[in-house]
């Protein structure tokens, strides 16, 4: 049987190039994704589809945001290569989002909280940057 091939199962297919494919899909209710072609495809693909629950636009909110973290704090200034160098970099920008870059919401802290370093005034206190992500961006701590 020959696959007919939508916009959405083209980018799907472009997405996946030689036989690696994740192994589920995330996304949203919408009519695009449940219909008959991307469903075939991508059981032909053997990827599971996974929907988000109805009417939850918060689910599909977060995996926006974190794809447009990652675009533009990451691919935008980083070209990879190839994908070993693509893992490696998301790897790395995984370990920075978690435990060096400050978060708002988090009253300046990072999500994964480190050991403190003691207090000092700012005339008595000596930094040491280390270089994360090719220099991109830096972490930064306390020398004694």
Not at 19 to 25: D, K, R, S, V, W
Not at 69 to 88: F, G, S
Not at 115 to 127: F, I, R, Y
Request: proline share 8%; glycine share 6%.
């Amino acid at each position: 049987m020959t696959l007919r091939l939508t916009p959405w199962v083209q980018q799907v297919r472009a997405a996946t190039p030689y036989g690696y494919q994740p192994e589920y899909l995330t996304h949203d209710n919408d009519a695009i994704f449940k219909g008959s072609l991307l469903q075939e495809f991508l059981s032909n693909a053997e990827i599971t589809p996974k929907h988000i629950a109805p009417r939850s636009p918060w689910q599909n909110g977060i995996c926006e945001r974190l794809i447009g973290n990652v675009r533009r704090e990451l691919l935008d200034r980083i070209i990879p290569l190839n994908q070993r160098r693509l893992e490696r970099l998301l790897a790395d920008y995984v370990n920075y989002y978690n435990n060096v870059r400050t978060h708002q919401s988090l009253g300046g802290e990072s999500p994964v909280k480190g050991v403190s370093p003691p207090e000092t005034k700012g005339k008595d206190t000596a930094l040491s940057a280390t270089p994360i992500l090719c220099g991109l961006y830096h972490g930064y701590e306390k020398v004694a």
